[in-house]
């Protein structure tokens, strides 16, 4: 039953990242919802059946965006491993170092990014302040989201007869 909860919301998951995510756009900076999503269900769920979870829904975005085939999927991926192998020690009950890891996990992602797109183009001179910008919109959105869906994962829902 579990698994079912997790390939459903991952469905929603990918929905919300294709069709809502752009409504919340700034600045030409469109949010990846899809990084605390990743990083909640490494957190709740089973490395062994988040790991093609994980990929999916790496290679399903990337089928969005053709000229970065496979970048969102690597990424996902190391997220995916950097938050199975490294969560234990990471003291929760500070915000501050949880932010700080969100960050992290932030930047190993948008750092795949901006290699590709030094190595694939000559870099502008606003570019890199705007993977800036891009970093800290998208932490703080991860960082809200993944407490979000923590509290969202601890409601329990009955129904009486």
């Known amino acids: 039953m579990r698994n079912l909860k997790l390939v459903i919301w991952s469905?929603?998951?990918?929905?919300?990242?294709?069709?809502i995510a752009p409504k919340f756009t700034i600045s030409g900076i469109q949010?990846?919802?899809?990084?605390?999503?990743?990083?909640?269900?490494?957190?709740?769920?089973?490395?062994?059946?988040?790991?093609?979870?994980?990929?999916?829904?790496?290679?399903?975005?990337?089928?969005?965006?053709?000229?970065?085939?496979?970048?969102?999927t690597?990424?996902?991926?190391?997220?995916s491993f950097f938050v199975h192998n490294f969560h234990q020690p990471i003291n929760k009950k500070r915000l501050i170092v949880v932010f700080l890891?969100?960050?992290?996990?932030?930047?190993?992602?948008?750092?795949?990014?901006?290699?590709?797109?030094?190595?694939?183009?000559?870099?502008?001179?606003?570019l890199p302040l705007s993977y800036f910008y891009?970093?800290?919109?998208?932490?703080?959105?991860?960082?809200i989201t993944v407490y979000f869906l923590l509290l969202i994962d601890k409601l329990k829902i009955t129904i009486d007869a």
């Open 101 to 126: 890891a969100i960050f992290i996990l932030n930047l190993s992602h948008y750092f795949i990014f901006f290699l590709f797109q030094f190595i694939s183009s000559s870099l502008t001179s606003g």
């Open 31 to 72: 949010p990846d919802f899809l990084i605390p999503y990743v990083i909640f269900i490494n957190l709740k769920f089973d490395y062994n059946f988040t790991l093609p979870i994980t990929f999916i829904l790496g290679i399903s975005l990337d089928l969005l965006h053709p000229a970065t085939l496979g970048l969102h």
């Open 134 to 143: 891009w970093l800290i919109y998208n932490s703080l959105l991860s960082f």
């Open 11 to 19: 469905i929603f998951a990918l929905y919300w990242q294709i069709f």
């Open 74 to 79: 690597i990424s996902l991926l190391l997220i």
